[in-house]
C-alpha cells in the first residue's frame, strides 16, 4: 500500500480524495431525498360521501341517513329522456331534407328529359311542316305548269279550229297525250314526227360562217310546246364538216332543253362548203326560230 503513497504528490492526492468521500456519506444520510410513509397517491382526490347524490355546504364525516331529496336520482333519467326526444327532431329534419334533396334531383331529371322531348317534339313538326311546305310548293309549280299547257293548247286549238269544233269523218287517233284526237296541225305533214308549231330553217342571215355557204340545212325537230329563238355557237373544219355546237349562246330567247337539244342535233348535221385556206376550226352560228303559229 505503501509502495502506492511513495511521493507527496499521491498522498497529497490521497487525502484529497478520502475527505471528498467522507462528506458525500455525510450528504447521504442527513441531507438525502426525503419520502412519505405511506407514499402519497397519484390522480384527482375525490371528496368523502356516501352516495352519488348530495347538497349542502356542510361535510359530514360519517354515513348519514337516507333521506328524500327535493330532487331524486329518477328525475335524471326524465332529463336525459328530455334530451332524447328533443334530438329526434333533428333525425326527422335531417332524413326530410335528405328526401327532399332526391325530390329535388329526381324533379330535375324529369323536368330535363320533358324539356329534350319537347324539343324533339318540335324539331319534327318543324321538320314535317317543312316536308309538307316543300310538297305544297311542288304541287303549285304542277299545277301551274299543267295550266300553262291547258292555256297554250286552247290557244292552239283556238288557232285551228279546236278538236271540238272538227267536222271531219275520220275517225282515230294520234298523239303523245292522254285525250283523244288527232294531235299535229292541219297543214303539217302526216308521216312527221314533231307535234308542236313551226321550226324555222332559216332564211339568208341564219347561217354565218364567213364567206362559206352551207350545203345541207337539216331542220331541227319540233317535240315540245315551246317557242322561241335559239342561236347555236357552231366550230367548222376545213372539210366543212361541224365539229362542236354549242346552243342557247347570248342572244338566245329560250333555252328550254327539248329546242336546245333538237338545235344541236341539227347544227351538227349541217354541211358546209369547204375551204383549204379556211382555219383549222372555223367559228360560226346558225339561228333556229321556233314558233307555234303558222
Given amino acids: 500500500m505503501l509502495r502506492f503513497l511513495n511521493t507527496q504528490h499521491k498522498r497529497k492526492s490521497a487525502a484529497i480524495t478520502a475527505v471528498i468521500m467522507t462528506m458525500l456519506i455525510v450528504a447521504m444520510f442527513f441531507v ?14 375525490v371528496n368523502f360521501g356516501t352516495s352519488n ?8 364525516v360519517e354515513p348519514i341517513k337516507s333521506s328524500v331529496s327535493e330532487e331524486t336520482p329518477e328525475d335524471v333519467p326524465e332529463e336525459v329522456e328530455e334530451v ?10 335531417a332524413k326530410t331534407e335528405e328526401v327532399a334533396t332526391q325530390d329535388t334531383e329526381e324533379a330535375i331529371a324529369i323536368k330535363k328529359e ?7 317534339e318540335e324539331a319534327i313538326k318543324k321538320k314535317k311542316a317543312e316536308e309538307e311546305r316543300l310538297e305544297r310548293e311542288r304541287q303549285r309549280k304542277i299545277a301551274k305548269r299543267k295550266a300553262e299547257e291547258r292555256a297554250k293548247k286552247a290557244k292552239l286549238d283556238a288557232l285551228i279550229g279546236g278538236i271540238n269544233n272538227s ?3 275520220a275517225s282515230g287517233g294520234e298523239g ?19 307535234y308542236y308549231g313551226n321550226a324555222g330553217s332559216g332564211g339568208n342571215g341564219d347561217y354565218q360562217l364567213g364567206r362559206r355557204k352551207p350545203l345541207v340545212r337539216p ?16 366550230e367548222v373544219d376545213k372539210n366543212g364538216r361541224v365539229i362542236k355546237a354549242t346552243p342557247g349562246v347570248k342572244g338566245s330567247t329560250n333555252t328550254a332543253d327539248c ?22 376550226k372555223q367559228v360560226g352560228t346558225i339561228k333556229y326560230r321556233f314558233s307555234l303559229s303558222q
Avoid: H
Fill in 32 to 45: 438525502g431525498m426525503r419520502y412519505l410513509d405511506p407514499p402519497e397517491e397519484y390522480g384527482i382526490a
Fill in 53 to 60: 347524490f348530495g347538497k349542502g355546504n356542510q361535510q359530514p
Fill in 84 to 93: 332524447k326526444t328533443q334530438s329526434e327532431p333533428e333525425k326527422v329534419q
Fill in 114 to 120: 320533358k324539356e329534350a322531348n319537347r324539343k324533339q
Fill in 167 to 169: 267536222k271531219g269523218t
Fill in 176 to 194: 303523245d297525250d292522254n285525250v283523244a284526237g288527232d294531235k299535229g296541225k292541219i297543214t303539217g305533214d302526216p308521216n312527221a314526227s314533231g
Fill in 219 to 234: 331542220k331541227p325537230r319540233y317535240i315540245c310546246n315551246e317557242e322561241g329563238l335559239v342561236i347555236v355557237r357552231i
Fill in 259 to 280: 329546242l336546245l337539244s333538237q338545235a344541236k342535233a341539227a347544227a351538227l348535221k349541217t354541211k358546209w362548203q369547204s375551204d383549204s385556206n379556211a382555219p383549222s
